[in-house]
DNA sequence: GATGCGGCGGTCCAAGTCGTCCACGCGCAG
DNA sequence: CTGCGCGTGGACGACTTGGACCGCCGCATC
């Protein structure tokens, strides 16, 4: 990974849809060239996908909100993990220090569907209590860090 | 938007590199019917963009932290909010209700670049307290949330 | 109820661009 | 010298992108 790459991994955090032709331009490679190095970064698990952006609230998805998982004396992490997986609307899911053993993002259409949901999430088998945050904007989510990228 | 947009959307969501030809496989219309529908939904801001996702520690990015921000009796949020965004390494930050005013997510590379950011966070003006939730791995993020989208 | 019309949204087509593969060249280490 | 890594350039099929055209639907008119 030199240089050379991380212009790549940046250019494509910003833009996934340039084309092999474009990257090339900008690093000042071959098509050829920027194809094989995407490739290998795409196969060594350093580019792990790439996903158009939605507008939540243009998909009927309104309401977000951070909720933190307290454990049961006997839960087993995995298993909470995977069975918060399982729900659609649980969007990010992090195993975090302190007395909660994970905070999650859910991201549900109407405050009904968060009562619904958190629900669902106590109900889970290891969940001891849960503790909600609703956001009331997002400024901004997910932004490419390029700290180290460039 | 009709059901078309949101399949042709879903797999956006899912492979921000489809080709339109590909899509147009997918949801049974031409290209150029594609092409069409994914135009419109990039202007009307539906689609806001296509991002390649890398893996944070790949790219030397290997801490990541939730830390709430209390906000001092006479904070602005609107310009709290602008600076937090001045800083690269602050990936996301939401609004939220409680007696927080934001919750942002950082990734940096050490626990000594944490402490660092913590610092440059307690800094800026309306800023009064920080409450810091370290992230010790990161089950899934970002998923994207299909329940109402197909 | 027919008829005509206009706009939306699709197909088809064509020119240009791009992706993808392969042969080849260059620099360098063993 | 040889092999290897990594690049270039070329070729060809696939894709993009815009325009011409067409069918359908709603609506106003007769």
Same mark, same amino acid.
């Given at each position: 990974?030199?240089?050379?790459?991380?212009?790549?991994?940046?250019?494509?955090?910003?833009?996934?849809?340039?084309?092999?032709?474009?990257?090339?331009?900008?690093?000042?490679? &071959?098509?050829?060239?920027?194809?094989?190095?995407?490739?290998?970064?795409? &196969?060594?698990?350093?580019?792990?996908?790439?996903?158009?952006?939605?507008?939540? &609230?243009?998909?009927?998805?309104?309401?977000?909100?951070?909720?933190?998982?307290?454990?049961?004396?006997?839960?087993?992490?995995?298993?909470?993990?995977?069975?918060?997986?399982?729900?659609?609307?649980?969007? &990010?899911?992090?195993?975090?220090?302190?007395?909660?053993?994970?905070?999650?993002?859910?991201?549900?259409?109407?405050?009904?569907?968060?009562?619904?949901?958190?629900?669902?999430?106590?109900?889970?088998?290891?969940?001891?209590?849960?503790?909600?945050?609703?956001?009331?904007?997002?400024?901004?989510?997910?932004?490419?860090?390029?700290?180290?990228?460039?």
């Amino acid at each position: 990974m030199d240089d050379l790459d991380r212009r790549i991994i940046n250019e494509l955090r910003l833009n996934g849809r340039a084309t092999y032709a474009e990257l090339g331009r900008q690093v000042g490679l &071959s098509a050829s060239a920027v194809h094989e190095r995407v490739g290998k970064l795409e &196969s060594s698990g350093v580019i792990t996908g790439y996903h158009a952006t939605v507008d939540p &609230s243009s998909i009927g998805l309104g309401v977000t909100a951070l909720v933190g998982i307290q454990p049961s004396d006997n839960a087993e992490d995995n298993e909470v993990a995977v069975k918060l997986g399982e729900l659609v609307e649980v969007e &990010s899911c992090w195993a975090v220090a302190g007395d909660e053993a994970f905070v999650v993002k859910v991201r549900v259409p109407t405050v009904d569907e968060l009562e619904r949901t958190l629900g669902r999430l106590r109900r889970i088998d290891g969940v001891a209590r849960t503790r909600t945050t609703v956001v009331l904007s997002t400024r901004f989510e997910g932004r490419p860090n390029t700290a180290t990228a460039e």
